[in-house]
């Protein structure tokens, strides 16, 4: 199995999204390794992952393999980070196995209970038709939350120049990505949220900014799981892990710092509210 690691201190999982690489999400664990032993890796499926996928066991694949990463790390318990897709994992992971769990990080989740919207769920049926367009969109439905996180132009070149950089580098497949979208299509995560133990942070962008996952909805799993904790990270939409890299392992570092949260878990507190990052 392909894993990652980056860093020292705390061991911290981080679990990417969607598109299944964990080469996007290099900012957040160049941010994330100055304070934490960040692993990481590519999605069972992806070709260098080197791990089977059974598309009988649908969530679980990903719940299994980390498991595996922390059996391989010979790590006994870790802070498990997942960010869109990959807090659904994360989540389902810490329902199941919740020795294995210091603190549960969920970023820019899709809600407890979730569906595609129907022109998505037209793109996960035919992918081999629709990707292009998938591909084609999603550049203008992300321009306002990069130009909020980016106000300086030379940044945000900077940015775009790095992602399509990565992309060549590790190019996505549209075909998985319809397969993670059709598998969730639907969810239902409200036992998985009562049945978790570990501290947990929600963190969110800005509800005007994520075009992907509604953070409204987002924020629910605080009012689900015990003891939660829901912050906005300010300026930014879904993409703030690695638009806003700094300020969101700063929230992270903070969460862990301080252990478990004593607030009501109904709360939602502002980034700024902690002080400019």
């Known amino acids: 199995m392909n894993i990652i690691e980056h860093g020292r201190g705390d061991p911290l999982v981080?679990?990417?999204?969607?598109?299944?690489?964990w080469e996007y999400m290099r900012p957040a664990i160049d941010a994330l390794s100055a304070s934490f032993r960040v692993i990481t890796f590519p999605l069972c499926g992806e070709p260098d992952s080197k791990r089977h996928l059974d598309p009988a066991k649908g969530l679980d694949n990903y719940a299994a393999q980390v498991l595996a990463v922390l059996d391989d790390r010979a790590i006994e318990r870790a802070t498990i980070c997942g960010v869109s897709f990959g807090g659904l994992v994360a989540l389902r992971f810490a329902a199941g196995h919740?020795?294995?769990?210091?603190?549960?990080?969920?970023?820019?989740?899709?809600?407890?209970?979730?569906?595609?919207?129907?022109?998505?769920?037209?793109y996960a049926r035919v992918p081999w038709i629709f990707g292009p367009v998938f591909l084609a969109e999603t550049p203008w439905r992300l321009r306002a939350e990069i130009r909020a996180a980016m106000p300086e132009r030379r940044r945000r070149w900077m940015f775009r120049r790095t992602v399509l950089q990565t992309f060549a580098a590790a190019p996505v497949s549209i075909a998985r990505i319809a397969a993670r979208a059709r598998l969730i299509d639907g969810i239902d995560m409200r036992r998985e949220c009562a049945a978790v133990t570990a501290p947990t942070l929600i963190i969110t962008g800005e509800h005007p900014l994520d075009h992907v996952v509604p953070a409204g909805r987002s924020s629910a799993y605080a009012q689900l799981i015990a003891n939660a904790r829901a912050v906005v990270l300010e300026h930014t939409g879904h993409l703030g892990s690695i638009t806003r890299p700094e300020a969101f392992a700063a929230l992270v570092r903070e969460f862990i710092t301080e252990g478990r949260n004593d607030s009501p878990a109904s709360e939602v507190r502002s980034a700024s509210d902690r002080g400019r990052m």
Do not use: E, K, Y
């Not at 981080?14 to 690489?21: A, E, H, S, T, W």
């Not at 919740?98 to 037209?122: D, E, I, K």
């Open 14 to 21: 981080l679990i990417p999204g969607i598109q299944g690489r």
């Open 98 to 122: 919740g020795n294995r769990v210091t603190a549960l990080v969920l970023a820019s989740t899709p809600a407890p209970v979730w569906r595609l919207r129907r022109r998505h769920q037209m």
